[in-house]
């Protein structure tokens, strides 16, 4: 079995936003040398969200939208976890965005549908957090 | 180690709609041979799930009407994405029921709980869409 | 390749609570011997979840209120799921939350970030229920 294991390190400008991490991951799958396996990429902060879905900054304005409609971010005195901070809604944004996905890895790539893309969704930006990419397989 | 990658094909004949996929899978399990390993089932298309939940028909009602209060389909207007498309509550819904299930294997089956069922669940059907099963192990 | 698989029981007092099971996740990755690889931990019933995020109470009390108002316990009547039953809330709230998650196993431990924590999502308890935690890897 071989196995690969990085960190992805971002800093987001804004307090929210996505970064389209697809040519990374596939890079590290070739680097992986793994021909059949699976690709676990996630966040490693608790803040942030690993998903998959379309690069269409259409769609990614939406997903701002509609997140903030769901899990507002303001008045901050509404969430309890707001004591010493500010960011509860970043930590239920990323529950619906979801902390991680796993990718089949087949004859050596990753096995896609036609318009799956992986981005690192921010929620608390504007310092630096990581994703982390495993791979297992032969 | 073992692997087996199939596609499944669908065309469900409403925009929306669930399909139980446990036994085609769990037939896919049987034919790789593993006996201890993940199985890992995705939507390949970004406006398609792939979930595990109950085999009850009142409870996919609810879905539906649920998932159309979080995401609405209408108006079309209210989404940026639908500047040539009609379909962002689908990525939207889609992102609430998940992408993925990864379900373990234990002597040769999938390793489930009492009630637990894999479901296809489309968004914005009419048309052939597929999803992955990608089963490694030994 | 090695594998271990177990079984954890719960039985959380109230209708809905979170149990933090990190330690018991990682005493079963040393248990298993395995340096590289995958660990899978699901909810095994339907009305439970195992998610990723912060260990502090008023996120967690945070996270009660917030599913409470994305999909409400009552009126029990508004869910058809609840001809027999009552607790088709508790299926949708374990839709946000999420049926599983996994986690890279690196150098013979869980790879985390500085504040994930492994929780199992109660709600629908005051029964036995289950979660499993499947490992592979070398």
Redesign the interface.
């Given at each position: 079995?071989k196995?690969l294991?990085e960190h992805l390190w971002f800093e987001v400008p804004h307090r929210r936003g996505f970064v389209n991490i697809t040519d990374t991951v596939a890079r590290l799958v070739k680097k992986s040398g793994v021909k059949?396996?699976?690709c676990?990429v996630?966040?490693?902060?608790?803040t942030a969200s690993v998903?998959?879905?379309?690069n269409?900054?259409?769609?990614l304005?939406?997903?701002e939208t509609?997140l903030e409609r769901?899990?507002p971010e303001k008045p901050h005195s509404q969430?309890?976890?707001?004591?010493g901070e500010d960011n509860?809604d970043a930590?239920?944004k990323r529950?619906?965005?979801?902390?991680?996905?796993?990718?089949?890895i087949?004859e050596g790539k990753l096995?896609?549908?036609?318009?799956?893309q992986i981005f690192y969704g921010e929620f608390d930006g504007k310092r630096r957090k990581?994703a982390?990419v495993?791979i297992?397989?032969?």
């Open positions: 079995m196995s294991t059949e396996g699976l676990l996630n966040a490693m902060h608790i998903f998959i879905n379309d269409e900054s259409g769609l304005h939406d997903y509609w769901l899990a969430y309890r976890h707001n004591g509860a930590h239920l529950t619906i965005m979801g902390r991680e996905v796993v990718v089949a087949t096995d896609f549908g036609p318009w799956e990581r982390m495993k297992i397989g032969e």
